[in-house]
């Protein structure tokens, strides 16, 4: 691609993914440099739509969990997260950028835009369904598998824990 | 969000050229306005041009087929150096950058960093380069966007690296600037202008990359 087209791309999604990182990392410095990596790696990529828009910021919010991730150090992130996700209807009372970014290690790229609209920006599924062109019925079998990737990392905490 | 019909994101993609929106209730158009002044806000403080250049150059080398070595000539030895390169045990592997044949280390007197461990000002660092003999400039891009050219530090032209002596002589104290900073180790078998390297003008340049955060 070249660089005035990269330059309109950048004009056209980089204030919006900008915002995202920024939402989730809580430094416009770091979101972007983030806005930086997302396009780097978009651009890298072998298949590029004609709608970027669903891509790049799923892009962006999987940088952004990662660099929530390594931020803090691995071992307190997870103590934390997983205490709460060992309570009752954990997955519900998800409010904090770190937890997720634990909680989600291991999603795909997708599993995890999802959970973080829902728990982190309050998405409802419908909502997240209609903002990123996937069915109700995907956003809802996605949902389920994060909560159990949640109780498996919950349940794994407690054996660990004896 | 009682009265507004689309969500952020159903808007944030119609600003980007990407979703009519059909029935926008009022709540809705001034929420869009409210984006779209944000996002003149944010273009008018960044530097397009400035930005397009680094995704450029932090864009990973496109890699060639492996049966092309088959074919080039001596290509069977050259083969063989680029798998001793990349296959080198050691512990600290996974905190090595393996850009397009060449690794990149950055220590600290008490650890070795790895992209997105945080630093502060002050910090003394030095650079290990594994690469064939050749020649290599190490550069930084601070989070104000000034580049700095490290090793050899302040030079226009890259020196002549030899890999019996992968630790490069010299160290730096990082500054204050806060924020992001990204450090380059860039090689060639030739000769070559920092600068040019720096705006990716440089055929046959291999480049890698770590990013710290310093606070």
Request: charged share 25%.
């Amino acid at each position: 691609m070249a660089g005035e087209d990269v330059a309109e791309l950048y004009r056209r999604h980089a204030p919006a993914l900008h915002r995202r990182c920024a939402s989730i990392v809580g430094n416009p410095d770091d979101a972007r440099d983030l806005v930086q990596e997302t396009f780097a790696r978009y651009l890298a990529a072998k298949e590029r739509g004609d709608a970027p828009f669903a891509v790049l910021y799923r892009i962006a919010t999987n940088a952004a969990i990662d660099r929530l991730r390594r931020r803090k150090t691995r071992n307190e992130a997870e103590l934390d997260a997983e205490a709460h996700a060992g309570e009752a209807g954990a997955a519900h009372r998800i409010d904090n950028a770190h937890d997720l970014a634990v909680l989600t290690k291991g999603l795909s790229e997708e599993e995890l835009t999802v959970a973080v609209l829902h728990h982190l920006d309050g998405y409802t599924q419908d909502q997240i369904a209609a903002s990123l062109d996937l069915s109700r019925r995907t956003v809802g079998k996605i949902l389920v598998r994060f909560e159990e990737h949640v109780k498996k990392r919950a349940a794994r905490n407690e054996f660990a824990n004896g | 969000m009682a009265d507004r019909k689309y969500t952020d994101l159903q808007l944030e993609r119609s600003l980007a050229g990407e979703l009519a929106l059909d029935g926008a209730t009022p709540a809705d158009t001034a929420r869009l306005d409210e984006l779209r002044a944000e996002n003149a806000a944010f273009l008018a403080q960044v530097d397009v041009d400035l930005e397009v250049r680094r995704i450029q150059q932090r864009r990973p080398p496109a890699k060639a087929a492996w049966w092309r070595w088959l074919f080039a000539g001596g290509g069977l030895l050259a083969a063989a150096a680029a798998i001793m390169l990349v296959v080198r045990p050691k512990s600290e592997d996974d905190l090595q950058i393996k850009g397009d044949g060449i690794t990149f280390l950055i220590h600290t007197p008490s650890r070795t960093l790895a992209s997105g461990d945080a630093v502060t000002a002050g910090e003394k660092i030095r650079f290990e380069i594994g690469a064939p003999k050749g020649f290599v400039a190490v550069y930084g891009v601070d989070g104000s966007g000034a580049t700095t050219v490290y090793y050899p530090y302040g030079a226009s032209a890259a020196a002549a690296y030899d890999p019996t002596t992968r630790v490069l002589p010299g160290a730096i104290a990082l500054d204050a600037t806060p924020g992001a900073e990204h450090f380059f180790a860039v090689y060639s078998t030739e000769p070559f202008a920092i600068d040019a390297a720096v705006m990716g003008g440089v055929p046959g340049v291999r480049t890698a990359e770590i990013v710290l955060a310093k606070k």
